[in-house]
């Protein structure tokens, strides 16, 4: 029992570093910024995850106590990376991007991070009731 | 073999670290800097919790955590100022 479980925590731990090699050197080495976007945020995320399980593990099973607080960061992380991901991407939009070069907005004629100050004061003015005075 | 396993990890997340400073040394974009410091963020979190694991102490998660709530701000903060030139309207 106590070999199969020091295996397992060695197995998370060399996944785990795997991972987190891959995503940095797939930052480097990928051409397009976008493409760039997917390394870290995937596959260091799972090397991140895979130290916690290691750890997790290593802690319910050698030190007798039960850590919890692994699973906190894990969900952190879990939750907060495709935010992360999503405003590098709206970054790269804003800068890399203009109207033109942008596929089809749907409904409106452009997207929501090319807005100008005045197509913003347009958009809210026909959002928002008129205030009553 | 633990010992192995962890001295492994740690070299392939000091690895990693190295290049994300190299990558924020070198981005061609401010879009690229900003995603190589929040991978740094990430694997810092990593070499912090194979640090406590080392010790088998628990006092490294509460800084785990508290890098976690920091690196996700910052990258916000930084990418919303490059957005809107504001970071609280």
Redesign the interface.
Known sequence: METIL??L???F??T???F??V???G??KLND?MS??HA?TKA??L??GG??L??ML??AAF?KYF?Y??L??TL??FL??P??AN??A???I???ETRDTMPEAGGDDHWA?HDTPEDEERRSASQTPPAED | MIEAAATFAFACFALAMLMNLWKVVTAPDVADRILALDTMFINAIALMVLYGMALGTEIFFEAAMIIAMLGFVSTVAYARFILRGNIIE
């Open positions: 020091e295996f925590v060695a197995a731990l060399v785990a570093g795997i987190g090699i995503g940095s050197y930052l480097i910024q760039r976007l870290p260091t995320t090397g991140v130290v916690l290691a750890s290593h802690a030190e850590s607080h692994e906190m960061i952190f992380l907060t990376a935010i992360t405003f590098i709206k970054v790269h804003h800068r890399q991070t």
